[in-house]
Nanobody
Framework: EVQLVESGGGLVQPGGSLRLSCAAS????????MSWYRQAPGKERELVAR????????NYADSVKGRFTISRDNAKNTVYLQMNSLKPEDTAVYYC?????????WGQGTQVSVSS
């Protein structure tokens, strides 16, 4: 069974930090590019960050560049999203995604709320 199990979401004040984790199982983690997406109420899902199979390349949405960092630990089958300097606009459900060619898996989503 393919599983992407997320953790680390929650409520944080503006300017605070959170680290999201996504633990993968049921597939060859190291062969997949891993990404974090987010979707706020009433808005389209957007790509936040992506890291390639071996972790040698990353891409970020312009809105999070300089604040968020994606990383992966292939030995632990886990991808992380370190989120710093959080803003209310970052409030969304964050989804973990694994992709290789035409194969794609999604996590269940975890809520991140940034509010005073």
């Amino acid at each position: 069974e393919v599983q992407l199990v997320e953790s680390g979401g929650g409520l944080v004040q503006p300017g605070g930090s959170l680290r999201l984790s996504c633990a993968a199982s049921g597939f060859t983690f190291s062969s997949y590019a891993m990404s974090w997406y987010r979707q706020a109420p009433g808005k389209e899902r957007e790509l936040v960050a992506r890291i390639i199979n071996a972790g040698g390349g990353t891409n970020y949405a312009d809105s999070v560049k300089g604040r968020f960092t994606i990383s992966r630990d292939n030995a632990k089958n886990t991808v992380y999203l370190q989120m710093n300097s959080l803003k209310p606009e970052d409030t969304a459900v964050y989804y973990c995604n694994a992709k290789k060619y035409w194969t794609e898996f999604w996590g269940q989503g975890t809520q991140v709320s940034v509010s005073s």
